[in-house]
């Protein structure tokens, strides 16, 4: 099998975008179960990797974007291809990355419908017992950036309300706020208890705030269920809010209104992690121009669809060694094969020769 490794592009100047689809490490690896890889000059170069390290690793520099395409049989993403990259995708190809159908353009379902790709999204590459296997180092990692986010926009030159998350002695800590109890939940809730802030996780599902209480094992987090009542309340004092929703394959429920950002204290920070889902704060929005950081009614918000490639090189290798047992399975095997015999990578596929499976329709 032929995989190639574009340079990513970036849908907006304003949210750049380092990570890279594959590591050197990973080619290496490929490289042992037959597998020959394509990987675009500079690819890398965002997350640390040079053209040199591929190459040692044994990878194929090229030096445009429509090489790559033109010679991998698998193309390998981060973000779902953009614009300037539909003409250089061929019949029958397959691309796999972080797709997000949800949200993604008409034009980009015509190509993947008139070109016949198959079309896997890493994002709802799903295990037996629920588990998304590439997702959740990615939600680790964004529940653990969430508290160098929120501590540099909570201070004064960034409008922010001018206040330390921990707080000192006589001086109370941050109220942070995260709605979601999975991964990404945790994960924030986990690092702002280490800040000794005050937490307040919310969720519809019991078992969910049971286990994230386990793990946290913290008097500082309280657990909530998500009700109406309860998110009207809490908004109204928090410094942070964070956005850690997530439902495979569908459009996050928006859960808090403008009517309860409008409540909220002036300089507070909302960070909605699920804004490449849509978002579940009604005010959060990818802005046209890119500008992932905006004030509404006083309120930060920081809306950066792809905020782990502000630690690119962590999340290059977090993605490459969470994909790898699939790409060595495809190696080996080949897509078709792969897809049937293995039950994660088959709820992985958005399209298959072009068609979109019903329930992404």
Known sequence: MIFGVPKEISPF?????????LSPMGVKELLLYGAKVYVESKAGEGAGFTDIDYEKAGATIVYSKEEVYLRADIVLKVRRPQQEEYSCIKEGQTVMGFIHLVTAR?????VVKDKKVV?????IIQKDDGRLPIVIPFSEMAGRLSVQIAGRLLESPHGGRGILLSGIPGIPPAEIVILGAGT????????????????????????????LACFTGSTRVTTMFATRHNIEKLVKFADVIIGAVLVPGERCPVLITKDMVESMKKGAVII???IDQGGSIET??????????????????FCMPNATT????????????SIFPY????AQSGIERAVAENSDLNRGIYAEKGKIREEFL
């Open 272 to 274: 909605d992690f699920d």
């Open 119 to 123: 079309l896997v999204g890493y994002e």
């Open 327 to 330: 790409l060595k399975i495809i």
């Open 106 to 110: 008409k034009e980009f379902i015509r």
């Open 184 to 211: 990404l939940g945790l994960n924030a809730a986990r690092s702002f208890a280490g800040m000794c802030t005050n937490v307040y996780v919310l969720d519809i599902y019991r078992d969910k705030l049971e286990r």
């Open 310 to 321: 502000l630690v690119a090189r962590t999340a290059t290798h977090a993605l490459t060694s």
């Open 13 to 21: 100047k304003e949210t750049p975008e380092f990570r890279v689809g």
């Open 284 to 301: 959060a929005k990818i802005s046209p121009s890119g500008n992932f950081i905006y004030t509404v009614n006083d309120v930060i918000h």
